[in-house]
């Protein structure tokens, strides 16, 4: 058994050698630990660094090309080395490197296929007021659109089993935490978290640098993944509104018509009209989505397959 412990860095050179330096050589269960650096386009020497400590994998991007990227190629670099598990940790040593025991030890007992190192941020001093409700709201809807458990959805201290690093793709560049586990939790993957512990910061956020710009994109992040697996519902609920609101409207004409003797109310059948017709087009467009939604899957299926056999095919290979 290989684990491959990965680390997207951007211009991480200052802190790189401590994260490397608290990260465990043995872990039970398997015959080897080896590191996997993910230079993102820095510019301070990272790569060089990470070099010198005897990292073993480097994959160096000559421009930025973003976190989740980076993530989702790190991934993709394991498997083709070998891993039988792949752990994700930050290069800022956020999170303390001896828990990569303990977010192991699911996947080898069979237990779970991703799992999520849960920072217990209510209890952590270092977290801003913000951070620590942006972190409370995105886990609550994460939960929600996933219909899993975890306390702590932005975590980036993660292990992967094969089967879910191979099952999992990432199509946002930007965060690939909140939309790995909802898509973890549609596709049935078994999704577990233990509390991890985290250093103090050694530096300050570089991947939010502006609050309502990361609100903005991992509300739609969501957004797109959710409709990816519940459109049908998503538009159903959503067209429900403007029919019921047009159905009152029409029974709200048809009783004065009785009583009335048919005088008046023309403009609120119109809207009634209007709102019938939005609410019917949406259910449409619900089907529709639907439609698409299955292909996709059908797809994903596919390139699950296809990296499945091209992998196994690199590995017989002299
Ligand atoms: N590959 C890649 N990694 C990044 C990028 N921005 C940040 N990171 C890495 O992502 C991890 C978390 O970033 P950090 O700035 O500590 O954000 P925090 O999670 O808010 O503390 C660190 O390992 C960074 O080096 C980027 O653009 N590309
Ligand atoms: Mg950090």
């Given amino acids: 058994m290989k684990l491959i412990i990965q680390i997207p860095c951007k211009n991480e050179a200052q802190t790189l050698p401590q994260t490397v330096a608290d990260l ?24 060089e660094v990470a070099q010198a400590l005897g990292v073993h ?19 993709q670099a394991s498997l083709e080395r070998g891993a039988d598990v792949v752990v994700n940790t930050d290069g800022d040593n ?15 007992r069979g237990e779970a296929d991703l799992v999520i190192g849960d920072r217990r941020v209510a209890q952590v001093p270092y977290f801003s007021s913000l951070k620590r409700l942006l972190q409370y709201v995105g886990s609550w809807v994460v939960r929600w659109a996933s219909g899993t458990d975890v306390p702590d959805a932005t975590s980036g201290f993660r292990a992967l089993s094969r089967e879910a690093a191979l099952r999992l793709s990432v199509f946002s560049a930007y965060t690939y935490t909140l939309e790995t586990i909802i898509q973890a939790g549609k596709r049935g993957l078994i999704v577990r ?22 609100v903005l994109r991992s509300g739609v992040t969501i957004l797109r993944v959710v409709l990816m697996y519940d459109a049908l519902r998503a538009f159903m609920t959503l067209g429900t509104f403007p029919l019921a609101a047009g ?13 009335a003797q048919g005088a008046g109310h023309i403009q609120s059948l119109i809207a ?25 899957q059908l797809l994903e299926e596919q390139v699950y397959l296809l990296r499945k056999l091209s992998l196994d095919r690199g590995a017989h290979s002299p």
């Fill in 94 to 108: 956020q999170y303390q490197g001896r828990y990569v025991l303990a977010l192991v030890k699911p996947i080898v």
């Fill in 57 to 75: 994998h480097i994959l160096r991007f000559p421009i930025n090309r973003g976190l989740a990227y980076a993530f989702a190629a790190g991934l």
């Fill in 24 to 47: 465990p050589r043995e872990v039970p269960g398997f015959d080897t630990v080896e590191l996997l650096v993910i230079d993102d386009g820095s510019t301070d020497g990272t790569s």
């Fill in 272 to 296: 009634a009209a209007i709102l019938i017709i939005i609410g019917f087009l949406t259910f449409l467009l619900g089907l529709l989505a639907d439609l698409i939604a299955r292909n996709r």
């Fill in 193 to 214: 978290s233990v509390p991890v512990e985290t250093n103090p910061p050694t530096r300050r956020s570089r991947l939010i640098t502006s609050i309502p710009g990361y």
């Fill in 247 to 259: 159905g009152v409207l029409v029974a709200r004409f048809a009783y004065y018509w009785v009583t």
